[in-house]
């Protein structure tokens, strides 16, 4: 193993109970080539301050719950490493336009009403009994919507993305992924449900098409394609309404 050196690691720090505004404070923490942000803010809680706050779960890059902006960036701390920021000082912030709940902890709760509302699960074209056996899918249907289903919900992209900065009732690009990863799903029959979502006020149409948001995705998912196919499934959901019969709600 390599000899232990030491980083300075700042920290945004914020108790709304106690602070009236976030402050800095910076820790100098003994590290190693193999150690990873998350670990090194688990340092500073060890050691010099236990009441710092942050998520964290898997230390694997699945759960998506450890990120937070790292030199202003929003990362995944547990798969972001120290080495990499060395001799230079690395700074921790809560994810960007979040509000902080406190330290580097965010409030996920308008995140988590965005991604009830695509209806994140798959709703059956057709009613089955189970005598009837599973629905079967080829290889190509399964590579239709696969990439979209490797979404953790680290929110990341929404910590990119000026839009929802700027307008925090947007739907956004992960939610607009997990929409999309249902929507493409050939088991599945609810996009009329969820294209009342897509095209709403709130919808695909308020991103400014910046693409951060698939930049800084651990998963590549891809959030920024499926914004702009959402766009165009919008579009022509909204002419072929004019061509089809009266009646005709298909």
């Known amino acids: 193993m390599s000899e232990p050196r030491i980083i300075e690691i700042e920290v945004l720090r914020y108790n709304p109970e106690s602070d009236a505004a976030p402050r800095s404070e ?127 919900n680290c929110t990341l992209c929404y910590s990119a993305c000026p839009q929802f900065g700027l307008d925090p009732d947007f739907i956004g690009p992960g939610a607009m992924a997990i929409l999309h990863r249902y929507n493409a799903d050939s088991r599945d029959g609810g996009a009329d449900t969820r294209m009342e979502v897509v095209a709403s006020e709130d919808g695909v149409f308020t991103c400014s098409a910046a693409a951060y948001c698939s930049e800084v995705c651990p998963k590549h998912v891809d959030p920024a394609k499926a914004v702009n196919i959402n766009k165009i499934n919008a579009s022509l959901d909204y002419f072929l309404r004019f061509l089809r019969p009266k009646g005709d709600s298909q």
Not at 49 to 66: E, K, N, V
């Open 26 to 152: 910076v820790y100098k923490v003994p590290f190693t080539d193999d150690m990873s942000v998350l670990q090194g803010a688990q340092y500073i809680k060890d050691n010099f301050d236990g009441s710092l706050t942050f998520r964290w779960s898997c230390r694997m890059a699945i759960c998506g719950s450890c990120g937070m902006m790292i030199n202003g960036i929003p990362k995944l701390s547990c798969e972001t490493f120290l080495r990499d920021y060395y001799p230079n000082r690395v700074s921790l912030e809560a994810l960007a336009h979040f509000p902080i709940e406190k330290d580097l902890v965010v409030d996920w709760s308008g995140f988590m009403e965005k991604l009830e509302s695509v209806h994140p699960y798959i709703i059956p074209k057709e009613e089955r009994a189970i005598e009837e056996g599973e629905y079967l899918q080829t290889p190509k249907q399964f590579a239709e919507y696969i990439q979209y289903a490797a979404c953790i």
